[in-house]
């Protein structure tokens, strides 16, 4: 995904109408995308959202990055901020298949300055799973792995299955007009959420 889409994508998120806003907190948030690899395995895409609101730490971080002072931040300004807040919008995040933490094949960053004067960091993290089928599962451990003294904070989640992947089971229920699992909020040590997916199972010619 290229780094002018993700910014779309904070566009959309982190300046949605207040009547939007109250329906999932978008001050931690997590989607993920789970879909097919073209050689049949499971491939995820999970961007991670921070707003840092508007107010003395955003202005100061702004100051800081914002290094021709245009009000905005420029691609290389934006990514000298996302890659230092980075650990704190992860925190406690990992991303387990079958109960088994999962290691990112990549990593995108970018950060903006909202419509309001705050800020919006986003991290896409692209996994390709060596299964073509299990449960998928957005996890917040009680405390983040690492030296660094981070925070592991709840993370509104939601979990989209692209076709042809069904969705055999779920922790919560699927909506009811997508293949979607939640929004819901994850908190840390939880269960997580989590779908479990395969691929559509082939009838047998009459």
């Keep these: 995904m290229r780094t002018d889409l993700l910014l779309t994508l904070a566009a ?3 300046w949605a109408a207040p009547a939007q806003a109250h329906q999932l907190d978008p001050r931690h948030r997590a989607i993920a ?3 097919t690899a073209p050689d049949g395995a499971l491939s995820v895409e999970v961007l991670l959202m921070m707003e840092i609101p508007k107010g003395k730490r ?6 800081r990055f ?22 704190e919008v992860v925190g406690g995040y ?13 990593l995108q960053e970018t950060a903006s300055v909202t419509g309001d004067g705050g800020l919006a960091v986003l991290l896409l993290l692209e996994y390709r799973l060596k299964a073509t ?18 925070v592991s904070a709840s993370l509104a989640t939601e979990v989209q299955v692209q076709a042809p992947l069904e969705i055999t089971d779920s922790v919560l229920p699927v909506a009811k007009d997508a293949p979607v699992v939640g929004p819901a909020q994850v908190k840390p040590g939880s269960e997580g959420l989590w779908v479990e997916v395969r691929a559509p199972q082939r009838r047998p010619k009459p």
């Design 133 to 150: 089928q299990g449960r998928v599962a957005v996890h917040v451990l009680e405390k983040p792995m690492g030296q660094a003294p981070l």
């Design 94 to 106: 990992v991303l387990r298949l079958d109960g088994k933490a999962q290691r990112p094949d990549s």
């Design 58 to 63: 955003a202005d100061r971080l702004r100051a």
């Design 33 to 35: 995308n789970v879909q």
């Design 66 to 87: 914002d290094l021709d002072r245009s009000g905005q931040l420029e691609p290389l300004e934006s990514r000298m901020l996302a890659s230092e807040l980075g650990p």
């Design 12 to 14: 959309l998120i982190f």
